[in-house]
């Protein structure tokens, strides 16, 4: 699903009897990483009792990462997911949590490897800007606790940016040093990442719609879409589609590719596209194609 949150009327083109392309802002949904349903379930996080001994901090920031995000995403009350320590074997806990019904059971959280990219000039300050990447191993698994199945694991290794700002004197060790103390920080950052994978995530962007300017018809089509009465614009523009001038027909099925990618129907988008470059290439099919052929392959990477 699309969700339209401004419409602006800006010419880009004014061609003489032709049509122009008029702007909106929309918001896309980009598909979760992870196929596995959280919302309306009680959710919990477990960690390893003996690893929290040895490093609390990296424990239960990656597990307090992971909880915040959780309860943003799934608009719980703060600091409400429940954090517990201790055995992760499921033998173990899979009877000891009846307000739970799915539980992550962190095994292993540690980092591996602090090296430092490059060095640029941060534009308002003037400081050293310093990329830093973080290496960090994480082991664990997402439980159904009323089937016992194993919905989602994770055991490797992943990289996170860190960027950290200095005087230009200050040497890389000095910076690795003072990253490696942020333990807090990069651990908890580690965990958000991770447990935003399970979300979708909403993009702001903009397409491009085709009016033809002083045509009561193309000016309510396109009036329709902005205020998401797809239906009625779609009709129209299908009656559109089948005129005997190539640019309005053109114009038209470019519209309905629009239409069609916005609502998720990617095929459908790509044929109306390919029906209008057959008729007349209008100026945003290009992208309008690399942005079909994006979302196909992510749905294809996904599995969906």
Known sequence: MKRVILMISICLTAISCGPSAYMFNIETRKPAKKNVELAGRNIGILVNG???????????????????TMEKELDLE???????????????FKNGF???DMIFAIDRIKINDISIGNHEEDYYSGMKASTVY??????????DLYTGEILDMKN???TLV???????ETPDSLILAKTAASKEEICTGFGKVKAEEYFDEWISDQR?????SGNSGWTRAYEDAANFNWNKAVDFWIGESASKTPQKAAAAAYNLSVASEINGNYALALKWLDYADNKYKMNS????RQIILSKMKELRQLGK
Do not use: C, H, R
């Open 50 to 68: 003996n690893a929290v001994s040895e490093d609390s901090v990296s424990y239960i920031s990656y597990a307090g990462g992971m909880a915040e």
């Open 78 to 92: 703060k600091q409400s997911l429940p954090v517990f320590t201790g055995s992760t074997d499921s033998e173990n």
């Open 98 to 100: 009846s307000d739970l």
């Open 134 to 143: 973080v290496e960090m191993e994480a082991a664990y698994k997402l439980y």
């Open 156 to 158: 490797g290794k992943d």
């Open 162 to 168: 860190w960027y950290v700002y200095s005087d230009w």
């Open 208 to 212: 491009a719609l085709y009016v033809y």
């Open 285 to 288: 099919s290009t992208l309008q």
